[in-house]
């Protein structure tokens, strides 16, 4: 069986430990009516089997029981005539892969009985369970204390979940402004956590709005009690959201930052690249110029330097110096060119 944890409580003390749900059922109807009795069934992963078992006995609407085999709901609070069906999902940060791991409770609230289903292992209700037979009291207020001290334990741990976003989030800002190549999809995979984070954690707002108008209508003086002490649940939850909606915004502006900084070493290096291949066209506006002015002077003196026997001004006494002096006059004008149109 997937039952974790099974009492029956008279007047806030744990009285009956049944060793079956069976038994669970015989000894509440057992239970006197004008007494503070409720039973507490903690269930992990059940069966369809199992889950419909317990809404059969406890009447509980199709459809929440639907929703309860199925999983993966969103946070929400529904009542079917006497019963509430409250959706809750816890969160603890894994730091070890710097993942925001999200689980699912579920909650069916009577008037005499709790019924939590947990679809993971995180968060152990058995802390909450020895908190409320800790304070006999408390536990006194029936169902919705129960109900109390769980978002109050689901709250709490939402604060090492945001202790280990503000640490990503600083490291990234670091890698972003030291230039990390890899550093733009960290800041993808942390905005995507940081969303799955926000649709958990924005629903309790109209959660703890249903549940206090449901606790207004019983107006008791233990309900009074109840929602001063919700209050403060309200509070702790408030600031996880706007710390949460403050993540996201700054990741976003991150983004756009890291993206610019992107575009600006981009545009550096193609600057960087421009002025390289500039200077590198000079280099060869120069060398181009000296090969043509070297060439001249080697085209006269090779063209004079064959030996034919038949060539004019060979037998000219003025042949030599005209050729040095041709030479001489076409590299000047090459070099006066080149010159003119700032190649040298």
């Given at each position: 069986m997937s039952v974790v944890d099974n009492a029956i409580y008279i007047d806030?003390?744990?009285?009956v430990v049944p060793n079956s749900l069976d038994h669970t059922f015989e000894e509440l109807r057992a239970c006197p009516d004008e007494g503070h009795s409720f039973c507490w069934i903690g269930m992990l992963r059940p069966d369809e089997t199992e889950i419909k078992a317990v809404a059969e006995e406890f009447g509980l609407h199709n459809l929440a029981v639907e929703d309860a085999i199925n999983a993966h709901q969103r946070p929400k609070l529904e009542r079917?005539?006497?019963?509430?069906f409250v959706v809750l999902r816890p969160a603890r940060y894994v730091d070890s892969v710097e993942v925001v791991e999200l689980g699912e409770i579920h909650l069916f609230l009577g008037p005499d009985f709790v019924i939590t289903i947990r679809h993971a292992e995180e968060p152990d209700l058995k802390e909450v369970r020895h908190r409320?037979?800790?304070?006999?009291?408390?536990?006194?207020?029936?169902?919705?204390a129960v109900l109390y001290a769980i978002l109050d334990k689901i709250v709490d741990d939402y604060g090492p979940v945001l202790d280990g976003l503000q640490n990503d989030v600083d490291e990234i800002e670091v890698q972003v402004f030291g230039g990390d190549p890899g550093v733009s999809k960290r800041i993808y995979t942390l905005t995507r956590e940081v969303i799955e984070f926000q649709r958990a954690v924005e629903p309790l707002e109209d959660l703890f709005r249903e549940l206090r108008d449901r606790l207004k209508e019983r107006a008791t003086a233990s309900d009074l009690e109840l929602r001063r002490a919700l209050r403060d649940v309200v509070d702790h939850a408030t600031r996880v959201m706007e710390r949460t909606d403050g993540f996201r915004q700054l990741l976003t502006n991150i983004l756009q930052v890291n993206a610019s900084l992107v575009a600006q070493r981009q545009n550096?290096?193609?600057?960087?690249?421009?002025?390289?291949?500039?200077?590198?066209?000079?280099?060869?506006?120069?060398?181009?110029?000296?090969?043509?002015i070297f060439f001249a002077p080697s085209f006269v003196a090779s063209l004079y330097g064959m030996n034919f026997k038949i060539m004019p001004e060979l037998a000219w006494a003025y042949g030599y110096p005209y050729a040095v002096a041709l030479m001489v006059l076409l590299g000047l004008a090459l070099y006066i060119a080149f010159k003119r149109k700032g190649w040298l």
């Open positions: 806030g003390k744990r009285a079917y005539g006497d019963t509430l409320l037979e800790g304070d006999p009291e408390l536990l006194e207020q029936g169902p919705f550096d290096e193609m600057a960087r690249m421009t002025e390289a291949g500039f200077d590198q066209n000079e280099q060869v506006k120069r060398i181009s110029s000296w090969a043509a």
